[in-house]
């Protein structure tokens, strides 16, 4: 069975581009998490969705992010504009319906690199 | 204020070498999970403790939840240089979100 599947795995941009990662989580996990990871903060709730509908957005940095998901295989985050300050190691996570204790199966991640 | 506290922070061992780490809160939990993160890739699942004083073993990994379901531990006996990541734990939080340490990052030399 295939995982959790993020794209690009590596972006390298320049500030005030825009960017777009992307996520397709297991197929029938109805909760999707994005995540932030960096050497100082460690792993961030940016934001999740349940049943495709954003639930807590309160990880979100600031205007500048943003997420959806158009359905239950596909949702996107997207930085615009991009600042050095965001890079980091994004991570999407999905979550099983049936699980009891919210375990979450992770995608390898976006390493991205604003200069 | 970080609500899982993991130690040590870095830990550096010899092939062959015991080690425990760390996870501990001042909360009460009804689950806790421990993930491994692989440089280059995403956490893991190792394992879900959920009843105080739980025990489970995974080969040569021990895991214990503490009799308060307020701290865990993970003992790696003889470990190997495939073990070297970053162990992470996380307890269930409300709304299906997850709790998250900043972890263990463990080397383990040839």
């Known amino acids: 069975d295939a995982g959790v599947i993020q794209s690009p795995r590596h972006e390298v941009t320049e500030m005030g581009q825009e960017v777009t990662l992307r996520c397709k989580p297991i197929?029938?996990?109805?909760?999707l998490f994005w995540y932030r990871q960096t050497m100082m903060r460690g792993l961030e709730l940016l934001i999740y969705f349940n049943n495709n509908v954003p639930i807590d957005d309160s990880g979100m940095p600031e205007d500048r992010f943003s997420a959806k998901m158009p359905n239950a295989s596909f949702s996107t985050l997207k930085i615009q504009p991009s600042e050095p300050r965001d890079s980091a190691v994004y991570f999407c996570?999905?979550?099983?319906?049936?699980?009891?204790?919210?375990?979450?199966?992770f995608g390898p991640g976006t390493r991205l690199t604003v200069l | 204020t970080q609500l899982l506290e993991q130690s040590p922070q870095f830990l550096s061992i010899q092939e062959g070498e015991n080690l425990t780490v760390y996870c501990n809160s001042s909360?009460?939990?009804?689950?806790l999970q421990w993930y491994r993160q692989e440089p280059g890739e995403g956490p893991v699942l190792l394992v879900t403790?959920?009843?105080g004083g739980e025990v489970k073993k995974l080969k040569r990994l021990t895991f214990q939840f503490g009799d308060a379901r307020k701290d865990s531990s993970l003992h790696i006996t003889a470990a190997q240089p495939g073990d070297t990541g970053l162990y992470l734990c996380a307890a269930a939080g409300n709304n299906r979100k997850l709790i998250w340490g900043l972890g263990t990052s463990l080397a383990v030399n040839p």
């Open positions: 996570a999905s979550l099983s319906r049936e699980s009891s204790y919210n375990e979450q199966f």
């Open positions: 197929s029938g996990h109805n909760s």
């Open positions: 403790v959920v009843t």
């Open positions: 909360s009460v939990f009804s689950s």
